[in-house]
Protein backbone atom coordinates (compact mmCIF):
# COMPACT_ATOMS: atom_id res chain seq x y z
CA UNK A 1 0.00 0.00 0.00
CA UNK A 2 1.83 3.26 -1.04
CA UNK A 3 0.07 6.49 0.44
CA UNK A 4 0.96 10.03 -1.04
CA UNK A 5 0.56 13.02 0.59
CA UNK A 6 0.53 16.43 -1.76
CA UNK A 7 0.48 19.19 0.45
CA UNK A 8 2.03 22.56 0.90
CA UNK A 9 4.66 23.55 3.32
CA UNK A 10 2.46 26.24 5.28
CA UNK A 11 -1.07 24.83 4.27
CA UNK A 12 -2.75 24.37 7.99
CA UNK A 13 -4.95 21.90 6.11
CA UNK A 14 -1.67 19.64 4.95
CA UNK A 15 -0.69 20.00 8.42
CA UNK A 16 -4.14 18.63 9.64
CA UNK A 17 -3.09 15.75 7.82
CA UNK A 18 0.40 15.17 8.43
CA UNK A 19 -1.24 15.71 12.42
CA UNK A 20 -2.95 12.29 11.68
CA UNK A 21 -0.86 10.65 9.76
CA UNK A 22 1.48 10.81 12.62
CA UNK A 23 -0.74 10.32 15.06
CA UNK A 24 -1.46 6.93 13.54
CA UNK A 25 2.40 6.44 12.73
CA UNK A 26 1.72 5.80 9.48
CA UNK A 27 4.27 5.87 6.42
CA UNK A 28 3.54 8.08 3.99
CA UNK A 29 5.36 9.93 0.89
CA UNK A 30 4.88 13.34 0.56
CA UNK A 31 4.75 16.04 -2.40
CA UNK A 32 5.09 19.53 -2.36
CA UNK A 33 2.56 21.67 -4.31
CA UNK A 34 2.27 25.21 -3.84
CA UNK A 35 -1.20 25.81 -4.82
CA UNK A 36 -0.82 29.83 -4.76
CA UNK A 37 2.19 29.65 -7.32
CA UNK A 38 1.37 30.55 -10.87
CA UNK A 39 3.54 27.68 -11.87
CA UNK A 40 2.05 25.00 -10.22
CA UNK A 41 2.28 21.88 -12.36
CA UNK A 42 -1.39 21.67 -14.42
CA UNK A 43 -1.23 17.85 -14.20
CA UNK A 44 -1.96 18.48 -9.85
CA UNK A 45 -5.82 19.23 -11.31
CA UNK A 46 -6.56 15.64 -12.36
CA UNK A 47 -5.89 15.18 -8.45
CA UNK A 48 -7.75 18.08 -6.88
CA UNK A 49 -10.20 20.04 -9.58
CA UNK A 50 -10.05 22.93 -7.26
CA UNK A 51 -6.31 23.41 -7.02
CA UNK A 52 -5.93 23.13 -3.43
CA UNK A 53 -3.62 21.11 -0.80
CA UNK A 54 -3.75 18.52 0.49
CA UNK A 55 -4.73 15.40 -1.78
CA UNK A 56 -4.30 12.05 -0.52
CA UNK A 57 -3.29 9.37 -3.25
CA UNK A 58 -3.70 5.66 -2.04
CA UNK A 59 -2.73 3.33 -4.58
CA UNK A 60 -5.36 4.44 -7.22
CA UNK A 61 -7.86 6.24 -5.04
CA UNK A 62 -7.25 9.70 -4.95
CA UNK A 63 -9.03 11.96 -2.16
CA UNK A 64 -9.53 15.48 -1.30
CA UNK A 65 -11.43 17.57 1.27
CA UNK A 66 -9.40 16.84 4.55
CA UNK A 67 -12.66 16.08 6.35
CA UNK A 68 -12.96 13.03 4.54
CA UNK A 69 -9.03 12.50 4.45
CA UNK A 70 -9.11 12.35 8.07
CA UNK A 71 -11.96 10.21 8.20
CA UNK A 72 -10.58 7.77 5.23
CA UNK A 73 -7.00 7.72 7.25
CA UNK A 74 -8.71 6.40 10.67
CA UNK A 75 -10.34 3.96 9.06
CA UNK A 76 -7.04 2.62 7.46
CA UNK A 77 -5.76 2.68 10.37
CA UNK A 78 -8.21 2.04 13.20
CA UNK A 79 -5.66 2.51 16.72
CA UNK A 80 -5.74 4.88 18.01
CA UNK A 81 -9.82 5.65 16.84
CA UNK A 82 -10.20 9.65 16.94
CA UNK A 83 -14.40 9.14 15.97
CA UNK A 84 -16.15 8.60 18.89
CA UNK A 85 -19.26 6.36 18.93
CA UNK A 86 -21.33 8.29 21.14
CA UNK A 87 -24.19 9.96 19.40
CA UNK A 88 -23.86 13.14 21.21
CA UNK A 89 -20.19 13.14 20.93
CA UNK A 90 -19.78 12.85 17.30
CA UNK A 91 -22.08 15.33 16.41
CA UNK A 92 -20.31 17.93 18.29
CA UNK A 93 -17.36 16.37 16.37
CA UNK A 94 -18.87 16.86 12.87
CA UNK A 95 -19.88 20.72 14.40
CA UNK A 96 -16.82 21.32 15.30
CA UNK A 97 -14.94 20.54 11.62
CA UNK A 98 -17.50 22.70 9.82
CA UNK A 99 -17.19 25.69 12.17
CA UNK A 100 -14.06 25.42 11.32
CA UNK A 101 -14.20 24.94 7.34
CA UNK A 102 -17.11 27.53 7.52
CA UNK A 103 -16.02 30.60 9.83
CA UNK A 104 -12.63 29.62 11.78
CA UNK A 105 -10.28 29.03 8.56
CA UNK A 106 -11.82 31.46 6.34
CA UNK A 107 -12.06 34.58 9.42
CA UNK A 108 -9.21 33.64 11.49
CA UNK A 109 -6.34 31.73 9.11
CA UNK A 110 -7.15 33.44 6.09
CA UNK A 111 -7.68 37.13 7.58
CA UNK A 112 -6.16 37.01 11.24
CA UNK A 113 -3.17 34.92 10.81
CA UNK A 114 -2.50 35.56 6.98
CA UNK A 115 -2.81 39.41 7.59
CA UNK A 116 -1.63 39.82 11.03
CA UNK A 117 1.39 37.56 10.64
CA UNK A 118 2.15 34.99 7.84
CA UNK A 119 2.71 38.18 4.67
CA UNK A 120 5.22 39.75 7.37
CA UNK A 121 7.01 36.74 7.62
CA UNK A 122 7.54 37.09 4.06
CA UNK A 123 8.18 41.11 3.86
CA UNK A 124 4.96 41.00 1.86
CA UNK A 125 2.05 44.00 2.24
CA UNK A 126 -0.85 42.67 4.65
CA UNK A 127 -3.83 43.88 4.56
CA UNK A 128 -4.96 45.63 8.00
CA UNK A 129 -8.99 45.98 6.79
CA UNK A 130 -8.56 42.35 6.59
CA UNK A 131 -6.81 41.61 9.63
CA UNK A 132 -9.62 43.98 11.39
CA UNK A 133 -12.76 41.85 9.66
CA UNK A 134 -11.39 38.81 10.75
CA UNK A 135 -10.90 39.82 14.47
CA UNK A 136 -14.57 41.26 14.12
CA UNK A 137 -15.36 37.27 13.37
CA UNK A 138 -13.19 36.00 16.25
CA UNK A 139 -15.89 36.15 19.43
CA UNK A 140 -18.93 34.39 17.56
CA UNK A 141 -16.53 31.19 16.45
CA UNK A 142 -14.44 31.74 20.12
CA UNK A 143 -17.73 31.49 21.96
CA UNK A 144 -19.00 28.84 19.57
CA UNK A 145 -16.21 26.54 20.34
CA UNK A 146 -16.11 27.82 24.30
CA UNK A 147 -19.57 26.42 24.97
CA UNK A 148 -18.26 22.90 23.27
CA UNK A 149 -15.78 22.74 25.21
CA UNK A 150 -17.68 23.83 28.24
CA UNK A 151 -19.93 20.78 27.67
CA UNK A 152 -17.13 18.64 28.07
CA UNK A 153 -18.26 15.67 25.43
CA UNK A 154 -15.39 16.60 23.09
CA UNK A 155 -12.43 19.01 23.22
CA UNK A 156 -11.89 17.72 27.21
CA UNK A 157 -8.04 16.59 26.69
CA UNK A 158 -9.42 13.38 27.83
CA UNK A 159 -10.36 11.65 24.76
CA UNK A 160 -8.86 12.82 21.66
CA UNK A 161 -11.14 13.33 18.62
CA UNK A 162 -10.78 14.41 14.64
CA UNK A 163 -11.77 17.64 16.25
CA UNK A 164 -8.69 17.71 18.04
CA UNK A 165 -7.00 17.30 15.26
CA UNK A 166 -8.50 19.71 13.21
CA UNK A 167 -8.91 22.77 15.37
CA UNK A 168 -5.37 22.18 16.62
CA UNK A 169 -3.04 23.79 13.20
CA UNK A 170 -5.79 26.01 12.80
CA UNK A 171 -5.48 27.30 16.71
CA UNK A 172 -1.82 27.43 16.17
CA UNK A 173 -1.21 29.49 13.06
CA UNK A 174 -4.44 32.12 15.45
CA UNK A 175 -1.87 32.06 18.11
CA UNK A 176 0.79 33.13 16.46
CA UNK A 177 -1.02 36.97 16.14
CA UNK A 178 -0.64 38.90 19.34
CA UNK A 179 -3.89 39.92 18.81
CA UNK A 180 -5.10 35.70 18.83
CA UNK A 181 -3.00 35.14 22.05
CA UNK A 182 -5.22 38.53 23.51
CA UNK A 183 -8.52 37.14 23.04
CA UNK A 184 -8.19 33.38 23.72
CA UNK A 185 -7.53 34.51 27.47
CA UNK A 186 -11.48 35.51 27.74
CA UNK A 187 -12.19 32.11 26.80
CA UNK A 188 -11.58 29.91 29.76
CA UNK A 189 -12.53 26.54 28.84
CA UNK A 190 -11.03 26.48 25.40
CA UNK A 191 -7.95 27.93 26.65
CA UNK A 192 -7.40 24.90 28.79
CA UNK A 193 -7.89 22.67 25.95
CA UNK A 194 -5.42 24.91 24.41
CA UNK A 195 -2.74 24.82 26.68
CA UNK A 196 -2.79 20.85 27.04
CA UNK A 197 -3.00 20.05 23.13
CA UNK A 198 -0.54 22.25 22.25
CA UNK A 199 1.58 19.96 23.86
CA UNK A 200 0.76 17.02 21.24
CA UNK A 201 4.27 15.94 19.82
CA UNK A 202 2.42 15.58 16.10
CA UNK A 203 1.39 18.77 16.05
CA UNK A 204 4.99 20.93 17.30
CA UNK A 205 6.56 18.04 15.13
CA UNK A 206 4.73 19.77 12.40
CA UNK A 207 4.94 23.27 12.83
CA UNK A 208 6.42 24.88 9.50
CA UNK A 209 9.57 26.82 10.21
CA UNK A 210 8.58 30.94 8.61
CA UNK A 211 11.61 32.68 8.18
CA UNK A 212 12.03 35.69 10.80
CA UNK A 213 9.99 33.42 13.80
N1 LIG B 1 -12.04 22.42 1.72
C1 LIG B 1 -10.64 22.16 1.52
C2 LIG B 1 -9.86 23.43 1.83
C3 LIG B 1 -8.39 23.29 1.48
C4 LIG B 1 -7.72 24.65 1.38
O1 LIG B 1 -8.37 25.69 1.35
N2 LIG B 1 -6.38 24.61 1.29
C5 LIG B 1 -5.66 25.84 1.10
C6 LIG B 1 -4.31 25.78 1.79
S1 LIG B 1 -4.47 25.67 3.54
C7 LIG B 1 -5.38 26.03 -0.38
O2 LIG B 1 -5.06 25.09 -1.06
N3 LIG B 1 -5.49 27.26 -0.85
C8 LIG B 1 -5.22 27.60 -2.21
C9 LIG B 1 -6.05 28.75 -2.67
O3 LIG B 1 -6.85 29.28 -1.88
O4 LIG B 1 -5.89 29.13 -3.82
C10 LIG B 1 -10.20 21.00 2.41
O5 LIG B 1 -10.89 20.69 3.39
O6 LIG B 1 -9.19 20.36 2.11
Not at 47 to 69: M, N, Q, W, Y
Not at 81 to 106: H, N, T, W
Request: hydrophobic share 40%; net charge negative; charged share 20%.
Amino acid sequence: MTLILHGFQFSVYTRIVKVILAEKAATYQYTEVNPFAADMPLSYLDLHPFRRVPCLKHDGFILFETSAISRYINSLFPDPDFVLQDGKALARMEQVLSIIDSYFYPHLVRQVFSHGYFLKQFNEAADPEELAAGLAAAPSILNSLEKIADEGLILNGASSTLADLHLGPMMDYFMMTDEGKKMLKEYPALSGWWDNEQKRPSLIESRPEFPQS
